[in-house]
């Protein structure tokens, strides 16, 4: 069996990926991506913790992210059709308008 | 049984609303049958009323009609209610008969104006006013009333608005009498405060209770009673707003600024005698203003050169007697005076008007003369009230100011001063209105050549209220034939259930009249008044018919003295220097110190700080989502670390 700090270090790893990607990255979509690549590797590192502590609370945890990312990526990717109707592109930087 | 006194105010405000709100949209015939067929009738109504009234015994000749409860609060309680006496009956009369033949009169001067139905408008709305501030059963609704003819005051004076002097005029009435309206106010908050009632008959009921006679509370309201009725009677110091209120229309002049509203003054004194008897300071204070400004107001007149000017002047000196009268508590001798002065006063105006039309604008009596061929009724007329007014036996005016001087000699609160001041006022009165009536209707034809060709009379609709009033003008003394020469002074005799036995007068004197004692001396009085006052004639006619030459040395000798009165005294310069230049430059100082450096500077001071510290932190609210992200994560990284690793 693969030992903890294994799972624990693709976990952290995935997150700063996502971590990355929404910073770097002005595309939208990828953005978008890098923000689910992040609530998976939350999953991965409570799922792990769940099954060597051998509680199951962690699996339904996990279950209700994910439903919710579901949503959520509904949700988001209609806004994003809806931002590149109306602006004809999905660069972050180009919406910019909310500020002083 | 009701009278239904309701309809008398109420026939004007239809004839108002029905004309104001179809403004522009009914023809000039329609607009002219409604305005002067509401004023007829209330007239008709207030003259059957009038009949119903005699018809009562005397002691109970007091209607009180309520028709709705207007304020109720607590105590204060306050109803649109209606009180018909005779002092109410002879004003309402006065009011709605006097106002109908002006109406009449507007329809042929107001002719060719393109203000004509707003004019007539105008016109009703004053009527219903003035109907309401003289049937007003309580003080509060005889406010509504004298506000209104105020604002109708303003509207008319102001009507040729286009005209700057007429705007200015119109705001000068306005702001004047609202110093008065302030006095008249006050005195109401110290009746109430004092008789827990608006109400004439209870507040003159329980007066003999609250105020002890003389008493520094019951002078203190009746000053400021007298105080409204300076501003709305032009008076001294208020008086300054008549005069320029000729620039309104002459018909509007004639009604509003000499027969009715200026007369609210002395009708709100007589309605308040018996507080005002009950305050012997305010009444020496209320003869000595009155005769002041008779006199101050005659010798101004003397020098005027505008016709409607000097009748304003005039009408400014008759108030004064007026309220001398009421100063010597011979209130009904007030009423009097202003009733036989409603009619030849309006008729000297209207026929100025006549004048002024016919002249085609020309107000300047320089360029009048010889006018007596060219307009004969507006000549006979015209003569007819200039001897009314200067108090020619047999003539309306002759009975009242003689009642007038009479008491201000006889009375108790009168004196020998006042009597004589009246007299020389009689006399210069005299003597300014055949001066103005030689120079417009007698000698040359001093007009330019344009304005001779189109001398002309009037037109009957104008004559025929000229006629009217200058029977009137004879036969209104009639009524009040003093005792002394065998008349019953049934005017006085009527006014009684009033007025009350103030004067100890109707029996006294008659006894007195004919024990042959006093009577010698009012016999006296009367003769020296009539021989004083038919000098000035003489003198008039010899200074401007038969030597004009003499007059100009005259004025030339004196001319310190004509220069001073030629410019009023300096009145209005000295209320300029005095009143409203500091006023004015105070305001300058709050404007432009106080509001716009003080209050703006710290207001704008305060935005400016913000704006300075928000323009430092603005930049963080980039709109950029990756940087907003990076904070956040740094953010997270740093509380992480600080519970990690403290």
């Known amino acids: 069996m693969v030992p903890m700090p294994y799972y624990l270090i693709v976990g952290a790893v995935l997150f700063v990926i996502g971590i990355a990607g929404v910073i770097l990255s002005r595309n939208l979509i990828i953005m978008f991506m890098s923000i689910e690549l992040m609530l998976n590797a939350a999953n991965l590192t409570i799922i792990t913790f769940s099954r060597f502590l051998n509680l199951m609370d962690g699996h339904v945890f996990v279950f209700l992210i994910m439903a919710v990312a579901a949503a959520e990526a509904a949700v988001g990717l209609a806004i994003i059709i809806m931002l590149f109707r109306n602006r004809e592109t999905i660069d972050a930087d180009k919406f910019n308008l909310l500020k002083w | 049984m009701s009278y239904y006194l309701l309809l008398i105010p109420l026939f004007p405000l239809l004839g108002f609303l029905i004309n104001g709100l179809l403004l522009g949209k009914l023809n000039k ?62 004003m309402v ?24 139905g707003r004019y007539f408008t105008y016109l009703n709305l004053f009527i219903f006013s003035m109907l309401t501030l003289v049937l007003a059963n309580n003080y509060l609704l005889m406010f509504v009333g004298w ?44 009746i109430f405060w004092s008789t827990g009632s608006l109400n004439f008959i209870t507040v003159f009921d329980k007066a003999p209770q609250v105020f002890a006679m003389g008493a520094g509370l019951i002078t203190a309201a009746t000053l400021l009673l007298f105080l409204g009725a300076t501003g709305k009677s032009a008076q001294i110091p208020l008086y300054v707003w ?74 400014i000196s008759q108030l004064g007697y007026m309220f001398v009268a009421c100063g010597v508590a011979a209130f009904s001798a007030g009423i009097f005076h202003l ?58 005016g002759f009975f009242s100011k003689d009642e007038i001087l009479w008491k201000s000699f006889s009375s108790d609160y009168g004196s020998i001063w006042i009597w ?72 006085e005799k009527f006014l009684e259930p009033v007025m009350g036995n103030v004067q100890h007068g109707g029996e006294e004197a008659m006894v007195m009249a004919s024990s042959g004692q006093n009577g010698g001396t009012e016999l006296m009085l009367m003769g020296i008044s009539v021989v004083l006052i038919l000098a000035s004639i003489y003198l008039a006619y010899v200074l401007y018919v038969k030597n004009i030459a003499l007059a100009g040395k005259i ?45 703006d500077g710290l207001l704008n001071g305060l935005a400016t700080i913000i704006g300075d510290i928000s323009k430092i932190m603005r930049p963080v609210q980039s709109g950029l989502l990756r940087r907003y992200t990076t904070v956040f994560l740094l953010g997270v990284v740093l509380i992480l670390g600080y519970f990690v690793f403290r």
């Open chain 2, 29 to 90: 015939k329609i607009v002219s049958i409604v305005a002067c067929g509401a004023v007829g009738l209330s007239f008709l109504w207030g003259l059957k009323l009038f009949f119903n009234l005699l018809a009562l015994p005397a002691d109970s000749r007091i209607i009180e009609e309520i028709a709705f409860t207007w304020i109720p609060s607590g105590e204060f309680n306050v109803n649109v209610g209606f009180l018909f006496d005779p002092l109410s009956a002879v």
């Open chain 2, 93 to 116: 009369l006065v009011v709605s008969g006097v106002g109908f033949l002006i109406h009449l009169y507007s329809i042929g001067y107001m002719h060719d104006d393109s203000g004509y």
């Open chain 2, 147 to 190: 506000e209104g003819v105020g604002l109708c005051s303003y509207l008319l004076i102001g009507f040729w608005f286009e005209k700057q002097t007429a705007a200015d005029a119109g705001k000068k009435a306005f702001i004047v009498n609202r110093i008065g309206d302030f006095g008249f106010l006050l005195g109401l908050f110290i």
């Open chain 2, 242 to 315: 008549l005069p320029d209120a000729m620039e309104g229309p002459t018909p509007v002049s004639a009604l509003i600024h000499a027969a009715t509203m200026v007369t609210a003054g002395v009708y709100m004194i007589a309605r308040s005698h018996v507080l005002f008897l009950m305050a012997p300071t305010t009444l020496m204070v209320v003869a000595i203003v009155g005769v002041a400004t008779a006199l101050f107001a005659a010798t101004i007149a003397l020098t005027q050169n505008d016709i409607k000017r000097v009748l304003a002047y005039s009408t």
């Open chain 2, 339 to 396: 009733m036989t002065h409603a009619f030849f006063k309006a008729l000297l105006f209207l026929g100025a008007g006549s004048v002024i039309h016919s002249l085609s604008g020309q107000q300047d009596m320089r360029f009048m003369g010889g006018l007596k061929r060219h307009m004969p009724t507006t000549f006979w007329t015209f003569l007819v009230a200039t001897l009314a007014i200067a108090g020619i036996p047999g003539l309306s």
């Open chain 2, 420 to 491: 004589a001041i009246g007299l020389f006022t009689a006399m210069l009165t005299a003597f300014y209105m055949f001066r103005l009536l030689f120079l417009t209707f007698y000698g040359g034809e001093r007009m330019d050549h344009h304005a001779k060709e189109h001398l002309h009379e009037s037109p009957k609709i104008m004559t025929v209220p000229l006629t009217i009033l200058g029977v009137l003008a004879i036969v209104g003394g009639y009524i009040g034939i003093p005792h002394i020469l065998g008349g019953g002074n049934n005017f």
């Open chain 2, 555 to 599: 004025r030339q000798s004196l001319s310190g003295l004509h220069k001073i009165l030629y410019g009023k005294y300096y009145v209005d310069e000295l209320y300029g220097a005095v009143i409203i230049r500091p006023l004015i430059g105070l305001s300058l100082f709050l404007w432009k110190i106080v509001d716009v450096i003080l209050i």
